[in-house]
C-alpha cells in the first residue's frame, strides 16, 4: 500500500515562495501521476496540477499557473510543489495525492499546513 | 472549468437512516465522477470511482449512481462513524474540480 509522506507545517510572508516535499513509500512512485490539491475553509478543495513521475511533464490549473512549480525527485521518490508571490488567501493545507490509475485521487498525503502572513 | 454544486450542503440524519446526496456538473462528463469522505483533520478519503465503483476496503453501504451531470451518493444505513463531510470531483477534464462539500450531522 503506497503511502505519502508530506513536509511539516511552514509560515511564509507575503511575497516569498514556499516548496513542500511529498515522499512516496514502496517502489511505486513511478508508476502514476501525483497531483496537488489545496483545501481552504473559504475555496473548498482546489486542484492545483499533476507531474508524471516518469518524464517530468506537467499540467497546472489556470488558476495557479505561472506561481506554481511541480518537480520530482525519482531516485528519492519524491515529489515537490514550489508555491512563489505568496498572498494571504494562499493560506491552506496543501495534499498530495496520486492517481492509482482510475481517474481518482487515492492515497492522499497528510497535508502541510502553509501560512502566510506578515 | 466545470462547475459542481452539491445538495444540499448539510444534512442531519440518524444512525440507521438513508441518505443521498446529489451532485450536479456544468456540462456533462459520462461517469468521470467521484465521491471522497473526509472527517476533520483528516485527508479526503476515496469512496467511488467512475460514478458508481466502490472503492477497495470501502464498506458496501456506500453506492454511487449517475451519469452526465446529475450524480447521486447513498448511503444505506448510517452508521457512526459516516458523520463526515462528502465532496464529489470530475475527472473529465482539467482543471479537476470538486463540490463545495455535503456536511452531514448527527440529528
Known amino acids: 500500500q503506497v503511502q505519502l509522506v508530506q513536509s511539516g507545517a511552514e509560515v511564509e510572508k507575503p511575497g516569498a515562495s514556499v516548496k513542500v516535499s511529498c515522499k512516496a513509500s514502496?517502489?511505486?512512485?513511478?508508476?502514476?501521476?501525483i497531483h496537488w490539491v489545496r483545501q481552504t475553509p473559504g475555496q473548498g478543495l482546489e486542484w492545483m496540477g499533476r507531474i508524471n513521475p516518469i518524464s517530468g511533464d506537467t499540467k497546472y490549473a489556470p488558476n495557479f499557473q505561472g506561481r506554481v512549480t511541480l518537480t520530482r525527485d525519482t531516485p528519492i521518490s519524491t515529489a515537490y510543489m514550489e508555491l512563489s508571490n505568496l498572498r494571504s488567501d494562499d493560506t491552506a493545507v496543501y495534499h498530495c495525492?496520486?492517481?492509482?490509475?482510475?481517474?481518482?485521487?487515492?492515497?492522499w498525503g497528510q497535508g502541510t499546513l502553509v501560512t502566510v502572513s506578515s | 472549468d466545470i462547475q459542481m454544486t452539491q445538495s444540499p450542503s448539510s444534512l442531519s440524519a440518524s444512525v440507521g437512516d438513508r441518505v443521498t446526496i446529489s451532485c450536479r456538473t456544468s456540462?456533462?462528463?459520462?461517469?468521470?465522477l467521484n465521491w471522497y469522505q473526509q472527517k476533520p483533520g483528516t485527508a479526503p478519503k476515496l469512496l467511488i470511482y467512475a460514478a458508481s465503483s466502490l472503492q477497495s476496503g470501502v464498506p458496501s453501504r456506500f453506492s454511487g449512481s449517475g451519469s452526465g451531470t446529475d450524480f447521486t451518493l447513498t448511503i444505506s444505513s448510517l452508521q457512526p462513524e459516516d458523520f463526515a463531510t462528502y465532496s464529489c470531483q470530475q475527472s473529465y477534464n482539467i482543471p479537476y474540480t470538486f463540490g463545495q462539500g455535503t456536511k452531514l450531522e448527527i440529528k
Open positions: 456540462q456533462s462528463i459520462s461517469t468521470y
Open positions: 514502496g517502489n511505486t512512485f513511478t508508476d502514476h501521476y
Open positions: 495525492v496520486r492517481d492509482p490509475g482510475v481517474l481518482a485521487f487515492d492515497p
